[in-house]
C-alpha cells in the first residue's frame, strides 16, 4: 500500500464519530443445511401478514462461470469427499462491545479488517440519527433496535442445483426462512428516529451460475458492493453502507439484520446471527467466486473473529460441502466488522455496479442503489473540530477533540489531499 492509501485507511478512521442506526442481535431460524444431494431446492411458505410488491425488473442478474474450471488450492480436491484435518485459530468469545468499521476500506490492496473496494464512490445516503448503542470507536450489540414488525413471504423461493462443474443458484430475493420487519419505516417506529429507510422490500429474479470448484487467484480481488447469496435467498452485500459506515452498527435493520435498498433488493451486510453463530464447517451461503461461506462457532464454543482470518476473511478448514466432508478455503461470517467478504480469493462473478457486464457475462445493481462505476470520488473532508485540535501543534503531536458518540484521540498528520493538519485517530 502507498503511503497516501496508508494515510486514507488511517484518518478516515474519524470519521467513526459521525453515529447513525442499526438494529438489535437478529432473532432468526437456522439456515436450511445443504443437503448430501447434489440438488437442493428450497421453498418456504408461512402465512403472508404482509407483503412487498413482486417486480422481477428491479434487479435482474445472469452472471455465468468459466466453461472450465480448476480445482481448489485445497488440502483435498473437493471431488475427493476426503477431509484432510486442519488446525482452527482459538477463537474467543461472543463480544459484548464490538470495534465500529467506519470508513475501514482499502483501495490498492487487501488489508486484513478493512474492505478492499474497486471504487470510492460520492454522494451516498444513509441514516442520520444518534444511535446510543455507539460510544467513540464501538458499538453495543445488545443496546441495537431493530425495525418492527414481522412481514412473511409465502411465495419466498431458493434453489441450488450443481451441474458438472456449475453451482446454479436462483432466488427470488424473499427469505425462506424468518420474516421481515415493516418497510418503509413507519413513523411510529422507534427505529425512525435513526433511519428513515423508506424503501419497500419486492421480489427479484436473480440466477448465479458460480464454479463448483473455484480458483484462487495470485492476487485477491476488490469488490464492488455485493458480495454474495445467503442459502435462505437473500443477497449478502459488505459490510459498508452508502457512506461507507460500519452498515451493521449505523443502519437499521430487522430482527434478521435486513433491509431492502432503493432497488426493493432485501439484503444483510453480513451480520445475521442464525448464521454467525452455526458451526465454521456449515456452509451458510457462498461468495460471488464459488467459495462457501460458513458460520463462526468452533468445536470448543468460541467464536473466530477478524482477527483469526486472512485478509479476505477467510480461512482453510474442514467443512461440509454438497454432502461430502472436505478441506477447503472458505469464508467465515464473524461478528465484528468487515462481518463478511472483504475481497475476493477467487475470480469474482460479481454484478457490477450500473449494470457493467462481467467478463463472464451477465449485469447487475450497484450496492445500496448509489455507487456508480462512473462517479469516482475521494473520501470526505475531516471535520474542522479535528482540524481545530492541530492548530498551532507539529506534525506528530497529541491531539484530542469532541465528537458526537464521544472524545477521539490521536496524532496530528497531514491526510491525502488535505492541506491542514488534522488529527488522526489512534489505532
Not at 461468495?287 to 483469526?308: C, E, K, R, V
Amino acid at each position: 500500500m502507498n503511503i497516501a492509501a496508508l494515510f486514507v485507511s488511517v484518518w478516515l478512521g474519524f470519521l467513526s464519530l459521525l453515529g447513525l442506526g442499526a438494529p438489535q442481535a437478529p432473532v432468526v431460524l437456522s439456515p436450511q443445511q445443504h443437503a448430501a444431494t447434489v440438488t437442493q431446492q428450497v421453498a418456504v411458505a408461512p402465512a403472508q401478514t404482509t407483503a412487498g410488491s413482486a417486480n422481477n425488473s428491479t434487479f435482474q442478474t445472469t452472471v455465468s462461470s468459466h466453461a472450465s474450471v480448476a480445482a481448489p488450492t485445497s488440502s483435498e480436491s473437493a471431488n475427493s469427499g476426503v477431509a484432510t484435518q486442519v488446525t482452527l485459530p482459538t477463537g474467543s468469545a461472543w463480544q459484548t462491545i464490538v470495534p465500529l468499521g467506519d470508513y475501514e476500506y482499502s483501495t490498492s490492496a487487501p488489508k486484513k479488517g478493512y474492505i478492499y473496494v474497486c471504487h470510492v464512490a460520492q454522494g451516498g445516503g444513509g441514516a442520520q440519527g444518534n444511535p446510543t448503542w455507539i460510544s467513540g470507536n464501538v458499538w453495543y450489540p445488545a443496546q441495537k433496535i431493530a425495525v418492527e414488525g414481522s412481514v412473511s413471504w409465502p411465495n419466498a423461493s431458493y434453489s441450488m442445483t450443481v451441474s458438472g462443474s456449475e453451482r446454479i443458484i436462483k432466488s427470488n430475493d424473499l427469505p425462506t426462512d424468518h420474516n421481515t420487519g415493516v418497510f418503509p419505516i413507519q413513523s411510529s417506529d422507534p427505529a425512525y428516529q435513526i433511519d428513515r429507510n423508506p424503501n419497500t422490500i419486492e421480489a427479484q429474479n436473480l440466477t448465479f451460475t458460480l464454479p463448483v470448484h473455484p480458483t484462487t487467484l495470485a492476487t485477491p480481488d476488490c469488490i464492488y458492493g455485493q458480495v454474495g447469496i445467503m442459502d435462505d435467498g437473500v443477497t449478502l452485500f459488505d459490510g459498508f453502507d452508502a457512506e461507507y459506515r460500519d452498515a451493521v452498527a449505523h443502519e437499521t435493520q430487522d430482527q434478521a439484520e435486513g433491509h431492502p435498498d432503493e432497488t426493493g433488493v432485501y439484503h444483510n451486510h453480513g451480520f445475521e446471527s442464525g448464521p454467525v453463530k452455526e458451526s465454521v464447517s456449515t456452509v451458510v451461503g457462498f461468495a460471488f467466486d464459488g467459495f462457501p461461506i460458513t458460520g463462526s462457532l468452533l468445536p470448543s464454543g468460541n467464536y473466530l473473529h477478524t482477527a483469526d482470518l486472512d485478509e479476505c476473511h477467510g480461512l482453510t478448514s474442514q467443512i461440509t460441502l454438497d454432502g461430502k466432508s472436505l478441506t477447503m478455503y472458505h469464508y467465515v461470517l464473524t461478528q465484528d466488522f468487515p462481518y463478511s467478504v472483504s475481497c475476493f480469493r477467487g475470480k469474482s462473478y460479481e454484478p457490477k455496479p450500473g449494470g457493467a457486464s462481467q467478463s463472464a457475462g451477465g449485469s447487475g445493481q450497484p450496492q445500496q442503489g448509489t455507487q456508480n462505476q462512473s462517479s469516482q470520488g475521494m473520501p470526505p473532508s475531516p471535520p474542522q473540530a479535528a482540524i481545530s485540535a492541530c492548530a498551532g501543534n507539529s506534525s506528530g503531536a497529541s491531539c484530542s477533540f469532541s465528537a458526537q458518540n464521544g472524545t477521539v484521540s490521536g496524532t496530528c498528520q497531514t491526510p491525502p489531499n488535505q492541506s491542514a493538519l488534522t488529527c488522526v485517530p489512534n489505532r
